[in-house]
């Protein structure tokens, strides 16, 4: 996982306690300790994150409920249809609904990526 993927308030594997967790604050505080100086790469990442892999599973957890005219479409709620998850072929894809049609953004593998998509243009943090 790239340093650039981290956000507070997402989830992660966390590697010590084999389960998923919600990254804070102190996390970075002890990816920083053991860095004890150098630049933080993905090696002491993976010491204390790994990445929780998206399944139909977590988006039920996120909140996330099948459209009820497309078998395909995942939606957070009524409101927030312009923007959905298409699971197709075993992949995750995110799209948008607009003024001139469906435009796909992009094809996602694990949760924070759902949860940073979803953050950064709807301002919603999705909790487990």
């Known amino acids: 996982m790239k340093k650039e993927e981290l956000r507070?308030?997402?989830?992660y594997h966390s590697v010590k306690f084999n389960k998923p967790v919600q990254c804070t604050i102190e996390d970075f505080y002890e990816l920083y300790a053991r860095c004890d100086g150098v630049e933080l790469d993905e090696e002491t990442i993976a010491e204390i994150?790994?990445?929780?892999e998206l399944s139909l599973d977590i988006l039920s957890q996120f909140g996330f409920t099948k459209s009820s005219n497309m078998s395909d479409n995942w939606h957070l709620q009524e409101i927030y249809y312009k923007l959905y998850v298409r699971y197709i072929k075993k992949k995750f894809t995110i799209y948008a609904l607009g003024s001139n049609g469906v435009c796909r953004l992009h094809t996602i593998k694990y949760a924070h990526e759902l949860q940073s998509i979803f953050l950064n243009l709807k301002n919603i943090i999705l909790k487990l």
């Open 49 to 52: 994150f790994e990445p929780i």
């Open 8 to 11: 507070i308030s997402n989830y």
